[in-house]
């Protein structure tokens, strides 16, 4: 088994913490191998930026995407510059308010995570309901690692911003894979 997850954003927007925290969800609290890239523009905040996350069960030869099986968005510069690899069977996840123009062809899970975040009074964890969202969506992801990942990764005092964000995202998840 080999999936190949891009996340896509701004800078600014935690989408290389997204990244950081789905690897560190397989390969230290999960029974996968993970490895993580990133690449964003010369722009230290509001460029298009992205988060790639190869999970394995077996060793990692190449460190990049060569497809993608899960693509995440939460900006539109973003879904439009990093679309490209996006196969008929990949999976689509995008936050429409953010990403209005999403048309594929096909359907697209869409899951309002910067709503979520700006509900529980701080955009600043949009990516964390972005990483619920994934978890609840992707069949890949287990709950239980992905939240002791979000624990390990964010600062102790907003633990508890971050593990709602988490949760919410993870209802808003499930909900969007029921439709």
Do not use: W
């Not at 490895?35 to 990049?64: K, L, N, T, W």
């Not at 060569?66 to 900006?75: M, Y």
């Not at 999403?102 to 701080?122: M, S």
């Not at 978890?135 to 002791?148: H, P, S, W």
């Amino acid at each position: 088994m080999k999936r190949e997850i891009r996340i896509a954003g701004f800078g600014g927007q935690g989408v290389i913490l997204a990244g950081f925290i789905v690897g560190k969800a397989a390969c230290v609290f999960g029974p996968y191998n993970a490895v993580q890239s990133q690449s964003y523009g010369p722009e230290a905040r509001g460029g298009a930026a992205r988060s790639e996350v190869i999970i394995s069960d077996e060793p990692i030869g190449y460190p990049r995407p060569t497809g993608v099986d899960l693509f995440v968005a939460i900006a539109q510069e973003a879904f439009d510059t990093y679309k490209g690899d996006v196969r008929p069977d990949t999976v689509v996840i995008v936050d429409p308010d953010l990403v209005p123009k999403h048309d594929l062809g096909r359907p697209v899970f869409e899951v309002r995570v910067q709503k979520i975040a700006e509900d529980l009074g701080n955009k600043i964890v949009t990516n964390i309901a972005m990483v619920g969202a994934m978890t609840g969506i992707y069949d890949l992801f287990d709950e239980d690692a992905m939240r002791k990942a979000v624990l390990d990764s964010v600062p102790k005092r907003f633990a508890e911003l971050n593990v709602n964000a988490f949760k919410k995202g993870y209802e808003a998840g499930k909900d969007a894979l029921s439709r």
